[in-house]
C-alpha cells in the first residue's frame, strides 16, 4: 500500500507538484488516519467495534495546498470514502431532509446520518466554511451522528474552528458543534508562505480573444491546471434564488457569461459568489450594447463585486476591454469596468 508520503514524493518528481515544507509538515496526521483506517477490522459477536481515529480540520489562507493534500490522501485510500464541497453535501442533507419530512417523519437528521455513515468510512470536505443559518442549526446533531456511528471526518477551511460561523445568527447555539470538532478532530494549520495557485497563474495570460476554438483550447488547459481533472456542479442558494457554477472545484469555477448574467441576478448574489470562489473563468462573453443591456449592466456588477473582493479572473471575451462595449446607453459608465479588466490582467494584481 502507498503512503501519502511515498505518493508526494512521487508527484513531486514527476513534476506535478512543487515541494512545500509546510505541505510535508502536514502529512503525518493524514497518513495517521490513512493506516489506521487501513487496518482489518476483526468481528465477533462479544467484540467491540474499534475506536475510529480522530479526524483532521486543516485550515489555511487560500492556495496553499490544503485540497491538494486531500485528493492525495483520499486517493491512498483502502475504505469506502467520499470526497465532496461542504457546501454540495449541506445542499444534499437539506434535500433528503425535505423528503422525509414530506413522507411524514419527524426525526428527519437521525435517518440522514445513518444514510451517510452506512455508505461510507471516511468523509473529506473541501472548504467547510458554514455562512447559513439553516446549516449552523443542524450541522450540530448531524455531526454528532456521524461520528457515533464511527464515521472519520476530514475536512479543509480558510478558517480557524473558532471563527466559522462568526457574527452569525443566534451563535450561541452552534458553539457546541465548535467544541465537538476540537473533541473529534485534530485542528492543524497549513501555514505555507506561498501561494501555489496565485504561482500558477503569474505572468499567465488571462483575458482571451476573440470567442473561438483557439482561446477555448487555451481556456482549457488552465483549466487542467488549476483543476487536476477534477470537478463537479455547484448550486449557490442566495435568498431564494439560485447560482450555478457548472464546474468547479476546490475554490475555482467556470462558467459562462449567460450562467451569470443572462439571468436576474444581482449584488447579493454575485457578493456569495465573490466569497465561495478564488479563481473564476467567464466564457463567451458578447459584444455588448443597448440590445443586451440588462445583461450588460449584471456584468459590470460581477466585475465591481470580484475586482472589490480581489478575485482572480479568467475571461474569454468578444473583444478586447476597450472595444467590449463601445456603443448605446451605459458605454460611457462600462469605461471604468474597461480599466479594472485591465487592472485584473496584471501579473501582479493580488487575486487568487
Known amino acids: 500500500m502507498t503512503t501519502l508520503t511515498e505518493l508526494y514524493d512521487q508527484r513531486v518528481a514527476e513534476g506535478r507538484l512543487k515541494r512545500d515544507a509546510a505541505q510535508e ?5 493524514l497518513e495517521r488516519i490513512r493506516a489506521d483506517l487501513a487496518q ?10 474499534p475506536e475510529p481515529p480522530k479526524g483532521l480540520y486543516l485550515w489555511g489562507g487560500v492556495g496553499r495546498g490544503k485540497s491538494m493534500l486531500m485528493d492525495l490522501f483520499v486517493e491512498t485510500l483502502s475504505v469506502p470514502a467520499r470526497r465532496v464541497h461542504f457546501h454540495a453535501f449541506m445542499q444534499e442533507i437539506h434535500a433528503q431532509m425535505h423528503r422525509l419530512r414530506q413522507q411524514g417523519v419527524e426525526d428527519v437528521v437521525k435517518p440522514v446520518a445513518k444514510g451517510v455513515s452506512d455508505s461510507v468510512r471516511l468523509l473529506a470536505f473541501d472548504e467547510m466554511q458554514i455562512s447559513d443559518i439553516t446549516d449552523a442549526m443542524i450541522v450540530g446533531r448531524l455531526f454528532q451522528q456521524l461520528f457515533e456511528a464511527g464515521c472519520v471526518v476530514v475536512t479543509t477551511s480558510n478558517r480557524v474552528p473558532d471563527d466559522l460561523y462568526k457574527d452569525g445568527l443566534n451563535r450561541q447555539l452552534f458553539l457546541p458543534f465548535i467544541a465537538l470538532l476540537k473533541e473529534r478532530m485534530v485542528v492543524r494549520e497549513l501555514a505555507s508562505d506561498k501561494d501555489h495557485r496565485q504561482d500558477r497563474l503569474s505572468g499567465t ?5 476573440p ?8 481556456i482549457d488547459t488552465l483549466w487542467s491546471e488549476l483543476t487536476h ?3 463537479e456542479t455547484l448550486t449557490l442558494r ?4 439560485e447560482v450555478t457554477l457548472p464546474r468547479y472545484h476546490n475554490g475555482v469555477a467556470r462558467a459562462s457569461f449567460f450562467d451569470l448574467c443572462g439571468r436576474a441576478l444581482g449584488p447579493a448574489d454575485y457578493l456569495k459568489l465573490a466569497e465561495t470562489v478564488r479563481v473564476l473563468v467567464i466564457e463567451e462573453v458578447p459584444q455588448l450594447s443597448r440590445r443586451n443591456f440588462n445583461e450588460a449592466k449584471r456584468f459590470v456588477t460581477l ?10 479572473l479568467i475571461l474569454q471575451a468578444a473583444a478586447a476591454p476597450d472595444y467590449l462595449y463601445v456603443e448605446g446607453e451605459g458605454s460611457f459608465e462600462f469605461e471604468r469596468t474597461a480599466s479594472r479588466l485591465h487592472e485584473m490582467q496584471a501579473a501582479d494584481w493580488a487575486g487568487a
Request: hydrophobic share 40%.
Open 40 to 49: 482489518p477490522v476483526k468481528k465477533g459477536l462479544f467484540r467491540r467495534a
Open 205 to 209: 495570460q488571462v483575458y482571451f480573444t
Open 211 to 218: 470567442v473561438n476554438a483557439a482561446s477555448r483550447a487555451k
Open 303 to 312: 466585475i465591481d463585486t470580484l475586482y472589490e473582493a480581489r478575485v482572480k
Open 238 to 241: 442566495v435568498q431564494g434564488r
Open 25 to 29: 509538515a502536514a502529512l503525518p496526521e
Open 229 to 231: 481533472g477534477v470537478e
